[in-house]
């Protein structure tokens, strides 16, 4: 959903629970949310795509962010859902899965309510972030999809 207001555009945003970590994506991208089912692990596939899954006859590789961003793991509930993310890349459809542990909410925001992601200290590259927001005193850091999902590996595995 996008709405114009006249402090600016405003998106829909979906947030999630990767560890203790609270994450998003623009609902734009993030098209559906499903239980996590049986994965096939690809042979040669980097440790970060942990296998693909069967969504209505299509092939889908499933991306665990935690480990393709280095974050070390701190225990909370293993991951039960997928995200599954649409890109448009290089003029076609990437269709992605990434793992969450809980799926929180949907949320707008403005264009100016989004803050910029932090100058030091991320454990991750900056790039992959679209920014961050505080939701209800937590930090979500909001994903740019296309930057942390579009990578040759994922195209890779899609055409596999």
Same mark, same amino acid.
């Given at each position: 959903?996008? @709405?114009?207001?006249?402090?600016?555009?405003?998106?829909?945003?979906?947030?999630?629970?990767?560890?203790?970590?609270?994450?998003? !994506?623009?609902?734009?991208?993030?098209?559906?949310?499903?239980? !996590?089912? /049986?994965? #096939?692990? !690809?042979?040669?596939?980097?440790?970060?795509?942990?296998?693909?899954?069967?969504?209505?006859?299509?092939?889908?590789?499933?991306?665990? !962010? @935690?480990?393709?961003?280095?974050?070390?793991?701190?225990?909370?509930?293993?991951?039960?859902?997928?995200?599954?993310?649409?890109?448009?890349?290089?003029?076609?459809?990437?269709?992605?899965?990434?793992? /969450?542990?809980?799926? %929180?909410?949907? $949320?707008? %925001? /403005?264009?100016?309510?989004?803050?910029?992601?932090?100058? $030091?200290? /991320?454990? $991750?590259?900056?790039?992959?972030?679209?920014?961050?927001?505080? #939701?209800?005193?937590?930090?979500?850091?909001?994903?740019?999809?296309?930057?942390? %999902?579009?990578?040759?590996?994922?195209? #890779?595995?899609?055409?596999?």
């Amino acid at each position: 959903m996008v @709405e114009t207001t006249p402090s600016g555009t405003r998106h829909c945003y979906v947030s999630f629970l990767l560890g203790e970590e609270t994450y998003a !994506l623009d609902v734009r991208e993030a098209r559906e949310i499903v239980d !996590l089912p /049986a994965l #096939r692990r !690809l042979p040669n596939a980097p440790p970060w795509i942990v296998g693909v899954m069967d969504l209505r006859g299509a092939v889908v590789p499933v991306v665990d !962010l @935690e480990k393709k961003l280095g974050i070390p793991r701190t225990g909370g509930a293993a991951a039960g859902y997928v995200v599954v993310v649409v890109l448009q890349v290089r003029g076609q459809e990437l269709v992605v899965g990434v793992l /969450a542990d809980a799926v %929180l909410d949907v $949320f707008e %925001l /403005a264009a100016d309510e989004l803050g910029r992601p932090p100058a $030091f200290g /991320a454990r $991750f590259s900056r790039s992959y972030l679209r920014g961050t927001t505080d #939701r209800d005193g937590q930090l979500v850091l909001v994903l740019e999809a296309t930057r942390v %999902l579009a990578d040759r590996d994922v195209r #890779r595995a899609t055409a596999a």
